[in-house]
């Protein structure tokens, strides 16, 4: 129960990553709040941890781009008696395109999703964390820290998400708000899965995968949810600014 007597809200928590954070959380201890782009998705998570034995949490939907959506969110969040201890951003959307092929329309979607979503959540949520400060997680990507071969919006998005990490950790330090960033490898999600499907030879698109993780398999969402529960909870007390890899040797070749 590492997470006892905490309040946190997971976004992208209809499944992937996202999910095996909000479950997790649940399991020790805490008061979660899931949001998804969608409801379905969103209900889909409470009702896991609903079997898993626990109170069926709070759900919340909408696109973290939108701000009437975000405000709506921290609306949710601020009618509990309970200030917020733990935001983990998790919602995002890939692409495979470079530069000189990606559409402007697909460049601004990535970027206003993986983004601007976080901006407008942290800038939404931050002043419920002020009361007893708290942690923010940045669910980023290890292809913020290495090129990885057509995903410009993508890796530019990721990369703009760990530097923000840092920037916040600056300026909410003396708030007692730590602020640090997630960079997992290829996590076996439904996101990557859909990336695999939409190459021209899927089976391929994974081996390629694969064979550049020394670990030599794919990363399970639950690998990522226990580096969140570590940077949630009053064991990283002494930790912010800082970039946590998960990735399976990805990023070491």
Request: some cysteine; overall charge negative.
């Amino acid at each position: 129960m590492r997470l006892r007597g905490k309040t946190a809200v997971i976004t992208g928590a209809g499944s992937g990553i996202g999910r095996a954070v909000a479950v997790l959380f649940a399991h020790e201890g805490a008061d979660v709040i899931v949001h998804s782009r969608s409801r379905g998705h969103a209900d889909e998570t409470a009702a896991e941890i609903e079997r898993g034995g626990l109170a069926r949490p709070l759900t919340a939907e909408g696109p973290i781009e939108d701000e009437a959506s975000v405000v709506r969110l921290a609306a949710l969040v601020a009618e509990r008696s309970e200030p917020l201890d733990v935001l983990v951003l998790s919602a995002g959307i890939d692409n495979f395109e470079p530069v000189d092929v990606v559409p402007i329309e697909t460049w601004d979607t990535i970027i206003s999703t993986n983004l601007r979503g976080v901006f407008l959540t942290c800038r939404a949520l931050l002043p419920l964390m002020r009361a007893r400060g708290g942690s923010i997680i940045h669910i980023a990507s290890a292809s913020a820290l290495v090129g990885s071969p057509r995903m410009a919006a993508y890796t530019a998005s990721k990369g703009a998400m760990v530097s923000l990490a840092r920037e916040m950790a600056v300026d909410y330090a003396a708030a007692g708000i730590r602020v640090n960033a997630i960079c997992p490898g290829s996590i076996d999600t439904p996101m990557l899965r859909a990336g695999f499907a939409a190459r021209d030879d899927p089976a391929e698109a994974e081996r390629a995968c694969l064979a550049r993780h020394p670990l030599g398999r794919l990363g399970t969402p639950e690998d990522v949810a226990y580096g969140a529960l570590y940077l949630a909870s009053d064991e990283s007390g002494f930790v912010t600014g800082s970039t946590l890899v998960i990735d399976g040797g990805y990023t070491a070749i």
